[in-house]
């Protein structure tokens, strides 16, 4: 009999559900996805839902459910800090302990609560369990991993206490080491450069990532000397003095902006080169970081392989530097690291660590299935959708013909929603959901920042390339399914620059073309790489070994398909409205072909541009 397992994440940001049957992940989805609320943080009755459906099951199928974290744990960590801060934070405390009285301290209720709105009413629900928030981060890293032994390392703002975290995992058992405590996060450090940099926490840190190859590490002495002791063996501690977030309700504090001789930037304000020096130091100290922990756990235990989860672990950037020092053997990093990977973690520690179940691993190919977790939708669906808002349409059902047609217009520098196959888990768009255009168009990275994604020019897009052609166009070597690491661009395939684009600062840089590929080469020569494999996504391999066919070149651009502020979308309804709101060309739902151009007229209205929150 079939042993099911949901995991949930939720009440802070970045809801999600999986379901785990027998040890297999078979679904997981975000909930921000169906309520159209850009990290969500409701209960996941949506996804949940989701989950059972994709499955055929129904609640009373379901064995156990997991959650991602303990709240309990967490509130005493809470009532601590504000107690040790008194009286600072009383505003903080009192804004904080309703939604905690309401809703996280009786967590079990409220989880019951809603589980039954799902189920048939009745009093009749699984049994609910709890692991820890980094045990949740290790366990999503460890246990889909292709690797029998590998150290874990998990890093985020806060979980119950733990910050950083160090496991070794082998087999079916994740053992605990050492962690670093709250208030001492590097997340916590990199949200509040953030913050004081313009961006909004807990979803702008990648703009920050990507805003950082524009300036120079000027403040890293500064921020050695009075925010953060980095020692050589990994462990560090923040200097409090300049930090608000333990008790108050922002991130920094009149210390910070003093010692920075500004204030922190005004949301949507002008960008200036101090703001950029501040994103490189900031990204400079994080890389620091994360490779002294890497080496003292390499020096501790000698495994040939690091895992990695948690929200630190989606900055790629630091991701490519480490596999670029080649501590370790290998790395993995789960493509779900934030919060939401939680709920997988979760259910697969349940599986494994409780019930004693033994992995299975095959070296060659970790568990994730490419990611592609999420719903997916049939030709059927999709065309009846299009006849109910009377959307012209043409559906080409010879493979090649259809492969051959959206080369072209790529070729042809359209920009293309591709909308095929299951919607990806985690913040990443793989080729499920995407954006995709011509990699080697000098004018698509402003192209689709301004009129596709409505968003700020100098945000980079990543390629998407043949997994067996990375090294030529990449300095590479391996696999990135899921877009998390960075790489330069191969020689081979870089333009020289003139002394006087050389000489040029900040975002003057942006419209210099520096290789065959500008599209997807960012200032410093980086990219951050998705290797498309013909195993988990054939369709997608496809369309890139065609465009290869037509151009000579295995690479295309891929973005998320979404606006700025939206979730990436899910639906084929999701899809074509923001076909419909932006610039794009050509729509692909399938093998279903929309041209802008053949579109009704709709009258304009650009309020919609309100009804999602800018990142």
């Known amino acids: 009999m079939t042993v099911n397992i949901i995991g949930?994440?939720?009440?802070?940001?970045?809801?999600?559900?999986?379901?785990?049957?027998?040890?297999?992940?078979?679904?997981?989805?975000?909930?921000?996805?169906?309520?159209?609320?850009?990290?969500?943080?409701?209960?996941?009755?949506n996804a949940i839902r989701y989950c059972l459906e994709e499955s055929g099951l129904s609640l009373a199928d379901i064995n156990h459910i997991v959650f991602y974290d303990k709240p309990l744990i967490k509130f005493e960590?809470?009532?601590?800090?504000?107690?040790?801060?008194?009286?600072?934070?009383?505003?903080?405390?009192?804004?904080?302990?309703?939604?905690?009285?309401?809703?996280?301290?009786?967590?079990?209720?409220?989880?019951?609560?809603?589980?039954?709105?799902?189920?048939?009413?009745?009093?009749?629900?699984?049994q609910l369990l709890f692991t820890g928030h980094h045990q949740s981060h290790a366990a999503s890293a460890f246990f889909p991993s292709p690797f029998e032994k590998a150290a874990v390392l998990c890093a985020d703002g806060v979980g119950e206490w733990a910050t950083t975290s160090v496991w070794l995992g082998e087999g079916n058992r994740l053992d605990p080491k050492w962690e670093i405590t709250f208030p001492h996060s590097l997340g916590l450090l990199y949200s509040a450069m953030t913050y004081f940099v313009g961006f909004k926490v807990n979803s702008g840190e990648y703009k920050l990532m990507g805003l950082a190859p524009y300036g120079e590490p000027k403040f890293v002495d500064v921020i050695y000397k009075h925010l953060l002791d980095l020692r050589e063996d990994g462990s560090f501690r923040l200097n409090m003095k300049y930090f608000n977030y333990p008790a108050g309700l922002t991130m920094t504090n009149r210390n910070f902006s003093d010692l920075f001789g500004m204030e922190p930037r005004s949301p949507e304000t002008e960008l200036t080169q101090v703001h950029m020096d501040l994103a490189r130091s900031i990204q400079v100290v994080t890389e620091d970081a994360i490779l002294k922990i890497s080496r003292k756990i390499k020096d501790s235990f000698d495994v040939d392989n690091l895992v990695l989860a948690g929200g630190v672990a989606l900055n790629c950037v630091a991701n490519g530097r480490l596999k670029r020092e080649k501590i370790f053997k290998n790395i993995w990093i789960q493509p779900a690291a934030g919060d939401a990977g939680g709920a997988l973690g979760a259910a697969l520690s349940i599986w494994h660590e409780y019930l004693g179940n033994p992995r299975s691993v095959t070296e060659e190919m970790d568990a994730m299935q490419g990611s592609y977790l999420g719903p997916a939708y049939s030709p059927a669906d999709i065309t009846t959708y299009l006849d109910s808002v009377d959307a012209p349409y043409e559906v080409v059902e010879d493979a090649t013909e259809f492969m051959d047609r959206v080369a072209t217009v790529l070729a042809e520098e359209n920009v293309v929603g591709w909308f095929q196959g299951r919607m990806e888990f985690g913040p990443r768009a793989l080729g499920g959901r995407s954006i995709i255009g011509d990699a080697r168009s000098t004018k698509m990275q402003s192209t689709m920042n301004l009129k596709i994604k409505y968003r700020e020019s100098f945000r980079p897009f990543a390629p998407s390339v043949k997994a067996e052609k990375v090294s030529e166009w990449f300095d590479h070597e391996g696999d990135s399914p899921y877009m998390l690491l960075v790489s330069d661009v191969h020689p081979d395939?870089?333009?020289?620059?003139?002394?006087?684009?050389?000489?040029?600062?900040?975002?003057e840089k942006l419209n210099v073309p520096r290789s065959h590929?500008?599209?997807?080469?960012?200032?410093?020569?980086?990219?951050?790489?998705?290797?498309?494999?013909?195993?988990?996504?054939?369709?997608?391999?496809?369309?890139?070994?065609?465009?290869?066919?037509?151009?000579g070149c295995p690479v295309i651009i891929n973005t998320s398909f979404n606006v700025r502020g939206e979730p990436i979308v899910c639906t084929p309804e999701d899809a074509y409205r923001c076909f419909m709101r932006t610039e794009m060309d050509y729509l692909v739902l399938e093998n279903v072909i929309l041209t802008k151009s053949n579109q009704p007229k709709r009258e304009e209205d650009e309020s919609w541009k309100d009804e999602f929150e800018l990142d």
């Open 77 to 126: 960590r809470l009532l601590e800090t504000y107690l040790s801060y008194a009286p600072q934070g009383l505003r903080s405390f009192f804004s904080a302990m309703p939604i905690w009285l309401r809703e996280k301290v009786f967590i079990k209720k409220t989880l019951k609560d809603e589980l039954k709105k799902i189920g048939d009413g009745g009093n009749d629900i699984p």
């Open 493 to 507: 395939h870089i333009l020289e620059m003139s002394e006087a684009d050389r000489a040029l600062f900040g975002i």
């Open 8 to 45: 949930i994440s939720c009440f802070y940001h970045d809801s999600a559900a999986a379901l785990v049957q027998d040890g297999k992940v078979t679904a997981a989805a975000q909930e921000e996805r169906f309520t159209r609320k850009k990290h969500d943080p409701a209960f996941p009755s």
């Open 517 to 551: 590929i500008p599209a997807v080469t960012h200032v410093d020569y980086s990219a951050r790489i998705q290797t498309v494999h013909q195993e988990t996504n054939p369709r997608y391999w496809n369309l890139i070994d065609h465009f290869e066919k037509k151009t």
